[in-house]
Nanobody, 128 residues
Framework: QVQLVESGGGLVQTGGSLRLSCTASGRTFNSPMAWFRQAPGKEREFVAT????????MYADSVNDRFTISKGNAKKTVYLQMNSLKADDTAVYYC??????????????????????WGQGTQVTVSS
């Protein structure tokens, strides 16, 4: 069973930066990958996704121009660089791996149901 492991979360002040990482026991991420987040009392929401080769990405409007998703050169790690953090970014952040399907990524990439494997999450807390 695939196990994704997130790291890099923590406590940061408003305006600060964090970089989250996601790995899976040395596996290569040849599939689209995504980050989602869930704040207390709220539903899990889409943050960002990157395609097979890491050449294309999509972002939630709330994080566009502040966050960057990328794959490491060996595609064994997926990153989420988060800059200009706000209190509203406080949440548990989850890494997810695309389910092998014929669904077009550009349409379903924002849908959590399109992802087959999930990590346990890493807490990000932004203090004002």
């Amino acid at each position: 069973q695939v196990q994704l492991v997130e790291s890099g979360g923590g406590l940061v002040q408003t305006g600060g930066s964090l970089r989250l990482s996601c790995t899976a026991s040395g596996r290569t991420f040849n599939s689209p990958m995504a980050w989602f987040r869930q704040a207390p009392g709220k539903e899990r929401e889409f943050v960002a996704t990157v395609d097979w080769n890491g050449d294309n990405a999509m972002y939630a409007d709330s994080v566009n121009d502040r966050f960057t998703i990328s794959k490491g050169n060996a595609k064994k790690t997926v990153y989420l660089q988060m800059n200009s953090l706000k209190a509203d970014d406080t949440a548990v952040y989850y890494c997810a791996e695309w389910a092998e399907s014929r669904r077009p990524w550009v349409v379903y990439g924002l849908d959590p149901n399109a992802y087959a494997h999930w990590g346990q999450g890493t807490q990000v807390t932004v203090s004002s």
